[in-house]
C-alpha cells in the first residue's frame, strides 16, 4: 500500500477543496463551503478523512452526523466522497469506506446513508462494504427567509 487513510488537518482543506470542486460542481465550479470544510474537521459531529499518496490527496470522505429518533441513534451521511482517478481507484475506495464506517461506528451510528453512485463498478465496490439501494432522500431548504422591516412608530 503506498498511501494512507487518515483523519484531515486543517492544513489538508485546499486540497480536499481542489478535490472535491468537480465532484459538488460539474462544470469545475469552486466549492461553496469552504470555511464551513474548515470548522468540520474540528467538530466531533463530523468525520473528515483523507486518502494521501506521498503528501498529495488522492481521495476524501465526509460523513456528518444528525440524531434519528426512528433509527435509535445517529445517522451518519456520507456527504462528499471523492477518489482521483489516477491511482488505485478501488483500493481506495475501500479503504475510504472501511475508515468511515468505523469512525461512524465510534460516533454512535446506526445507520449511514449516502448518495448511490452513478458509475456500476463503483456501486458494485459500495454494495460488497454493505450498502444497499434504498428510497430516495427529499431534501428541503431551510435558509431563513428575510422579513420585511417593521416600522416603528415613535
Known amino acids: 500500500m503506498d498511501y494512507q487513510v487518515r483523519t484531515a488537518r486543517i ?3 485546499d486540497r480536499l477543496v481542489a478535490l ?3 465532484a459538488v460542481d ?3 465550479g469552486p466549492l461553496v463551503a469552504t470555511d464551513l470544510l474548515r470548522q468540520l474537521i474540528y467538530l466531533p459531529q463530523a ?3 483523507v486518502a494521501e499518496r506521498r503528501r498529495e490527496v488522492i481521495g476524501g470522505a ?3 452526523l444528525r440524531p434519528s429518533v426512528r433509527f435509535g441513534g445517529y ?3 456520507i456527504d462528499l ?4 482517478s489516477s491511482g488505485d481507484a478501488a483500493s481506495v475506495t475501500n479503504d475510504l469506506l472501511e475508515e468511515i464506517l468505523r469512525s461512524a461506528r465510534n460516533k454512535g451510528c446506526t445507520v449511514v446513508e449516502a ?3 452513478d458509475d456500476p463498478g463503483e456501486r458494485a465496490r459500495w454494495e460488497d462494504r454493505g450498502f444497499s439501494e434504498g428510497g430516495s432522500l427529499m431534501t428541503r431548504s431551510v435558509v431563513a427567509r428575510r422579513a420585511p422591516a417593521r416600522q416603528v412608530r415613535i
Open 115 to 117: 448518495a448511490r453512485p
Open 47 to 49: 468525520s473528515v478523512l
Open 62 to 64: 465526509i460523513l456528518a
Open 20 to 22: 472535491f470542486a468537480p
Open 75 to 77: 445517522i451518519g451521511s
Open 81 to 84: 466522497f471523492v477518489v482521483d
Open 11 to 13: 492544513t489538508d482543506v
Open 26 to 28: 460539474p462544470r469545475g
